[in-house]
């Protein structure tokens, strides 16, 4: 069963930061935090992840909180290609499966 | 580098029928991974290998699907015989590894219609 909540849905004005939050309350010491996303009829494609600090690369920034309960995902300049669904999963250091939840669907609005 | 390919994109048959997916993964990758997303939801793991055995198959119908990967390297997903509730998309991702650091990179995924 998925670890995490999120919400269902979001809008984002183009070329704003969107911020997409994700509860983890549950999680534990070896859990890491991933965020994928997946565009209408592709596979899901990785954004990113993280343990404890927060993460950057090229795509986003992942803010995770001190008692790592929750994170942010942060798009800082939302595009129209950047509407998707973004699903939030905790896994464990040593486990093997991703549990997906439904995830929440960005509209980046024109 | 490649990404992983499935085949086919689509398919569409009647229920009671056979159906195969074939998935390649991303070239080195040790460990292969099925997923089945139905509308709406979000992926769901059926079966993990890593090279030529298999991980994790808790979630796999196996009376009626069945998945190998006989070289370590591709792999075929089947159902027999489809029921109607088997409609979905069946992805397939790959892995350099087991740890959890390990990214999942994702192929296209396989369509599947049951009438």
């Known amino acids: 069963d998925a670890k995490t909540t999120q919400p269902p849905s979001m809008d984002c004005a183009e070329g704003r930061a969107a911020n997409l939050p994700c509860n983890h309350s549950t999680i534990s010491g070896n859990e890491y935090v991933y965020w994928y996303r997946q565009i209408h009829s592709q596979g899901p494609q990785y954004i990113i992840h993280?343990?404890?600090n927060n993460e950057t690369n090229e795509m986003a920034s992942l803010i995770i909180t001190e008692d790592r309960k929750s994170s942010t995902l942060i798009l800082p300049h939302a595009t129209l290609r950047d509407t998707a669904v973004y699903y939030c999963?905790?896994?464990?250091?040593?486990?093997?499966?991703?549990?997906f939840g439904t995830g929440t669907s960005l509209t980046v609005i024109p | 580098e490649a990404g992983v390919a499935q085949s086919p994109r689509y398919k569409i048959i009647e229920k009671r029928q056979s159906v195969a997916f074939w998935c390649n993964p991303i070239?080195?990758?040790?460990?292969l991974y099925w997923y089945q997303q139905i509308l709406g939801q979000g992926p769901k793991l059926l079966i993990q290998f890593q090279n030529n055995g298999v991980v994790d198959d808790s979630q796999l119908p196996k009376d009626r699907f069945s998945a190998e990967r006989l070289k370590g390297v591709d792999s075929t997903l089947k159902i027999q015989p489809a029921k109607l509730e088997d409609s979905a998309v069946y992805l397939c991702?790959?892995?350099?590894?087991?740890?959890?650091?390990?990214?999942?990179?994702f192929g296209p995924g396989t369509r599947l219609t049951v009438l």
């Open positions: 070239s080195g990758h040790a460990t």
């Open positions: 991702a790959s892995s350099k590894g087991l740890a959890g650091a390990d990214t999942q990179y």
């Open positions: 999963i905790v896994r464990e250091l040593t486990g093997n499966q991703f549990y």
């Open positions: 993280g343990l404890k």
